[in-house]
């Protein structure tokens, strides 16, 4: 057994130690004092409150200790994950700049195989202009970004001299590039 997780004995020895130390810190338990005595209701529902409050807090401190010790001793798993994730971004970067580039060179939206060149919409616009064009229009309190940009994209012509209708390529690559390669990884 990990020496770090608490038996449920030893949690029991916790929660009774806590309960024992918070009666100290009330003068006693439930006496209270001339001026403030405390009243404990018939029904044991508040005790078993307190008990499942100190569980709760027990077991979130021991997730914390298991958490921690398991993120140690997976230490050298996680750095190597994060090394692939920045490998893999850095890659996908070159392959759609190389995609990019032969398409400036021929045309070609094709690219090279298990990449294309697509074309996105994107728009510049001044935020707080078309919050106030947004609230002059009776259509928002605060500006809803998705839906002011499915307002500009609907207009043949953009609706609002502020904004600027931006059309650009993005290389796409492969979700499945093995595919696309045939198989030749």
Known sequence: MDPNRLSEEDRDQFHAAGIAAQADLQGGGDSGDAENPVTVPEDPTIFRLQRARS????????????????????????????????????????VRALALERWATTGDTKGYTGTQVKWFTRYEYDKGEALRWAI???????????????????????????????DEPKATIATDLEKALGGKV
Do not use: N, W
């Open 136 to 166: 002059d229009h009776k259509i928002a309190l605060q500006l809803d970004v998705k839906g002011f940009e499915a307002i500009l994209k609907a207009s043949a012509a953009t609706p609002v001299e502020f904004a600027k209708r931006i």
């Open 55 to 94: 569980r709760y807090a027990c077991l979130s401190a021991e997730r914390q200790m298991v958490a921690k010790a398991f993120e140690e001793e997976h230490k050298a798993l996680f750095l190597m994950i994060k090394t692939a994730s920045e490998e893999v971004a850095a890659l996908e970067e070159s």
